[in-house]
């Protein structure tokens, strides 16, 4: 009987996904191991298991496809919380019927694609005794330990080309246009769409927001003749009152609030403030749709192939991550002791684009 490895996508979709998932039925099918995908996330692992084969013949045009062929879910049975500001913590009668599951299809090892969460929920199934292998998978690009996760080129990409789309609009009627993009903790999406699309402002998590910065700096655009501005904002930054922008009171199920409308807020605000008409434009889920740039498709399939390498040597419990140019792999449990934010380097960009006030 063949060796039999699974494989699941857990969290928020990203482009990409698909591209790990041929990348490891093809290197499995090398050492001629089968693939099971289990589908929506870790909710497959419970009874009666619910998988499809991976292998060649169904992976062949994947690489292009946005989503996942398996599907995910970011709640459910696996990401219980605890109290707030505590982990998700999986109950020990889950992970049991996770694990009959797992001997019954005769899977000898799993590799979870995802991002902080799942790899919480990864680093819990290890120690239980299952098997695990990470993929560092999220368009925030927050996961520690790695340069670069899947998903967060293409991510960046679509908003760069919104930013870009934003200025002629927001220059044809003399309007301030915020842009809000996701990034719950880190503002790499902001910073770097920011920076790419060349916007006025730049706000980010890392960094309180400075109202009347922010407008003078729209102030002095205007006095230079430039009657608009762009303002790109991270969803997680912190609104001058100090707190964030949220939907309610709702929270999702690691027990994160729901966040969104800073854009919307802070447009109002700038606008009492100047007088300048301005406008809000959320991005949203369309940063996780679609298309994966060459870049994700390429680093995926590294990612997917090193997953199963990892696998063949017996090193579980690991997260395999990019370094440089290089595939290496860490700790599940130094990837998760962590958010990899934007540090004071990238910060100092912002600070060399604004002009002197």
Not at 16 to 43: P, S
Not at 261 to 282: C, D, F, P
Not at 285 to 301: F, K
Request: proline share 3%.
């Amino acid at each position: 009987m063949k060796t039999r490895i699974g494989i699941l996508t857990s969290g928020g979709d990203c482009p990409g996904l698909n591209a790990v998932l041929r990348g490891a039925a093809l290197a499995a099918d090398k050492l001629g191991w089968e693939v099971l995908g289990f589908r929506d996330g870790f909710e497959g692992l419970l009874p009666p298991g619910d998988f499809t084969i991976l292998d060649r013949k169904c992976t062949e045009n994947i690489m292009a496809l946005g989503g996942t062929l398996i599907g995910t879910t970011n709640r459910g049975h696996f990401v219980a919380k605890i109290g707030a500001g505590d982990p998700a913590v999986v109950a020990a009668d889950v992970i049991e019927k996770a694990r009959k599951v797992l001997n019954e299809a005769r899977v000898e090892a799993l590799i979870i694609v995802g991002g902080d969460g799942s790899m919480t929920t990864a680093l819990q199934l290890q120690e239980a005794g299952i098997n695990c292998v990470g993929v560092p998978k999220t368009i925030d690009n927050d996961l520690y330990g790695t340069d670069a996760c899947f998903g967060f080129d293409t991510a960046v990409s679509i908003a760069t080309e919104a930013v870009d789309r934003l200025h002629t609009t927001a220059e044809a009627h003399n309007r301030v246009i915020v842009c809000e993009v996701m990034g719950r903790d880190a503002g790499w999406i902001a910073l770097t769409a920011g920076v790419a699309g060349g916007a006025h402002v730049v706000l980010v998590p890392e960094k309180p927001i400075d109202l009347d910065h922010v407008c003078g700096l729209l102030k002095y655009n205007h006095d230079q003749g430039k009657k608009y501005g762009i303002v790109v904002v991270a969803e997680g930054a912190k609104l001058p009152t100090g707190g964030q922008a949220t939907l309610g009171a709702k929270v999702d199920s690691f027990g994160h609030a729901r966040l969104s409308g800073i854009g919307q807020a802070l447009a109002e605000q700038i606008e009492a403030k100047t007088g300048y008409e301005t406008r809000s434009v959320n991005l949203g889920h369309t940063q996780r749709g679609g298309t994966p740039t060459a870049y994700d498709r390429m680093l995926a399939t590294r990612y997917g192939l090193a997953a199963i390498d990892l696998v063949h040597k017996g090193n579980f419990g690991r997260l395999v991550v990019l370094k440089g140019t290089e595939i290496k792999d860490i700790p599940i449990a130094e990837a998760i002791s962590k958010n990899r934010t934007v540090d004071d380097n990238f910060l100092e960009i912002l600070d060399g684009l604004e002009p002197k006030l």
